[in-house]
């Protein structure tokens, strides 16, 4: 492939709902779009950073410096044979996974159409149908957690994850599992706790939670593994884990059960295929996790979750539940069953809207060699 061309647009979108996380609250994305061109066909790839430095220090902003100072300058007027080509442009970059992500991923789409098959079968998945997952937002009250919860249920959607913080736990989880004895129900802290907060997971320990995501420190391992000796709820790692490696490592000592997988934040889907290798082979779950993508994300991420080791519903849902019109055609619809079925498209197996992108762009730069 022959990078000839590379676009880089900040879009900004407004939520159809503002969502709530023990780090804040977000309503409008701004959401930077990677183009890659050889000339003759596109890849679209989709930088997942916030718009702040709270769930990782990268935001938007770092993201565009990092692209346009640093990897694109690298990248552009290159030939590589196939994505994982792609490792050259960020050696010795260090941090800014989902800066690098961005670029990576629009390669891998932009691969597999030059191929002529769908992406989700070059990077070697099987699934063809995924089970997805919804996350909910801190609520006003938990009688409105409890209606979100319903609508979900209702529409198919096989788990649910609501965020919890402190003062927004114990008693949720409890009424929650009161109204929905059945679902299957985990909890997202955004590392709001430490280690003092034993008891306060001991207590939500009774209530048949499937697991809790992320409950300690962005960059722990260790407390978390103390953490998982004292009770029976898996923990799952989500802002931890930045590679195979971390992967390994906090499976070594017992720091998860089960392990949330982000393109963005590992840094494309040649690592994101790694960790998830490293955790089949030591027989553990993974899923793949949302950051509020737009399609072009959302579409690289059902991909993703076709490897066989995603064997848990993820926090992959319909574009609707997002955005009142999405960037692409089709949107991502999921069936009355709660499943996403794969497409046979090649790449990422969607067209993005042009017109509708070049609506929402509050900004655009090109390179070109
Ligand atoms: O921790 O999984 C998270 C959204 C933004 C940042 C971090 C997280 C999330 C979500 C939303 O939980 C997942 C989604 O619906 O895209
Ligand atoms: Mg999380």
Known sequence: ???????????????????????????????????????????????????????????????????????????????????????????????HHMAKAGLETALWDLEAKTKGIPLWKMLGGR???????????????????????????????????IK???????????QVREAFPKILLMGDANSAYTLADIDLFRKMDRYDVMMFEQPLHHEDMIDHAELQKHIETPICLDESIHSADDARKAIQIGACRIINIKLGRVGGHAQARAVHDVCRDHG?????????????????????????????????????????EDIIAPEVEVSREGQIA?????????????????????RTQVFQK
């Open 1 to 95: 492939m022959n990078i000839t061309r590379i676009e880089m647009r900040e879009l900004r979108m407004q939520l159809l709902h503002p969502f709530e996380t023990s780090f804040g609250v977000t309503q409008e994305r701004r959401i930077v779009l990677l183009t890659v061109s050889d000339g003759d066909r596109t890849g679209y790839g989709e930088v997942t950073a916030g718009e702040g430095p709270f769930y990782s220090h990268e935001t938007s902003e770092t993201a565009w410096h990092v692209l346009r100072d640093f990897i694109i300058p690298k990248a552009i007027g290159k030939e590589i044979e196939s994505a994982p080509g792609f490792a050259p442009f960020a050696q010795g970059i260090r941090g």
């Open 127 to 161: 699934r063809e149908r995924i089970d997805c997952g919804v996350s909910i937002g801190i609520q006003p009250s938990i009688d409105k957690l409890l209606a979100r919860i319903e609508t979900e249920v209702n529409a198919g959607y096989r788990r649910i994850k």
């Open 164 to 174: 919890i913080k402190p003062g927004w736990d114990v008693e949720v989880i409890r």
């Open 284 to 324: 553990i779950p993974v899923w793949c996790g949302g950051m509020l993508e737009s399609g072009v994300g959302r579409a690289h991420n059902i991909a993703l979750s076709s490897l066989d080791n995603f064997s848990l519903p993820g926090d992959v849902s319909a574009s609707k539940r997002y955005w009142k």
């Open 342 to 362: 794969q497409r046979n498209d090649p790449g990422i197996a969607c067209a993005v809207k042009e017109d509708l992108v070049r609506k929402l762009t509050v």
